[in-house]
Nanobody, 121 residues
Framework: QVQLVESGGGLVQAGGSLRLSCAASGRSFSINSMGWYRQAPGKQRELVAIIRSSDNTAYADSVKGRFSISRDNAKNTVYLQMNNLKPEDTAVYYC???????????????WGQGTQVTVSS
């Protein structure tokens, strides 16, 4: 069992910055990849950014140059630094982790509870 605990989120003006954090906890696991998704009311959940075990990263076109994902492997924590925020970034942001358990080849996906990000104009 793995738990993802998010922190951050809130209300910010357009052009401002915000940093989200997500810490994974549990027993006998290793993280293959972590990422962030977001979902606005009435819209499909979409991938924002992902970071893999090799530390290579990928971003949605809409956030390239503005958002940056990073991780602290010792703390099993992923961060999303969001700069130059726009009203279109308003959504619930969800932390995602793909996890392998010790001595098994099986990958399991886990989700955080979500945190609201609101960008005002």
């Amino acid at each position: 069992q793995v738990q993802l605990v998010e922190s951050g989120g809130g209300l910010v003006q357009a052009g401002g910055s915000l940093r989200l954090s997500c810490a994974a906890s549990g027993r006998s696991f290793s993280i293959n990849s972590m990422g962030w998704y977001r979902q606005a009311p009435g819209k499909q959940r979409e991938l924002v950014a992902i970071i893999r075990s090799s530390d290579n990263t990928a971003y949605a076109d809409s956030v390239k140059g503005r958002f940056s994902i990073s991780r602290d492997n010792a703390k099993n924590t992923v961060y999303l630094q969001m700069n130059n925020l726009k009203p279109e970034d308003t959504a619930v942001y969800y932390c995602y982790a793909r996890v392998a358990f010790t001595h098994t080849p099986v990958m399991n996906a886990y989700w955080g509870q979500g945190t609201q990000v609101t960008v005002s104009s």
